[in-house]
């Protein structure tokens, strides 16, 4: 008996956090937190949970892109998230070059107000053939969904 007791114990109650819901899209998929809502909507799948969203929109490009192109595109991105900015009261908080499932990416943080609290609408833009890829990530506080979902894009 006393043994039993002490396997119990020694387990901790703790279970582990449920595994994350694969998410797909028109040639894409992403992992999202398990019980987050997800949905389809036009060029759009998104999850949510309430409080913060992660989605993928896909935008056509009327011509293929080069990565020969990628400096002059850089600055008409950065264009794009300024306006966003402006549309939602906010502004830049920071701008970069990263790499997003082995491809160049321009990534944004455009922080604003909302209901009274503080929010972060992480940003990247991916180019890819004819398609653009824009991943969002909403999020109050702790940015580490973000993180996850970013890391667990790819593309096919």
Not at 15 to 42: E, I, K, L, M
Not at 44 to 73: C, D, H, I, Y
Request: proline letters at 5%; hydrophobic letters at 40%.
């Amino acid at each position: 008996m006393a043994l039993a007791l002490l396997v119990l114990a020694g387990c901790g109650g703790r279970t582990a956090p449920p595994a994350p819901q694969s998410v797909t899209g028109d040639g894409y998929r992403f992992a999202a937190p398990a019980g987050w809502r997800v949905t389809h909507a036009g060029r759009t799948t998104s999850a949510e949970n309430g409080k913060q969203l992660v989605s993928v929109t896909v935008f056509p490009l009327g011509r293929p892109f080069r990565p020969t192109l990628w400096e002059k595109t850089v600055p008409e991105l950065d264009k794009v998230a300024a306006q966003l900015a402006r549309q939602l009261g906010g502004r830049v908080e920071s701008r970069a070059g990263t790499t997003l499932a082995g491809r160049r990416a321009r990534t944004y943080d455009v922080a604003f107000v909302s209901g009274g609290r503080a929010v972060v609408e992480r940003i990247a833009f991916i180019l890819e053939g004819r398609r653009e890829y824009q991943l969002l990530c909403r999020y109050v506080g702790d940015d580490s969904d973000c993180r996850d979902f970013r890391a667990s894009f790819r593309l096919g």
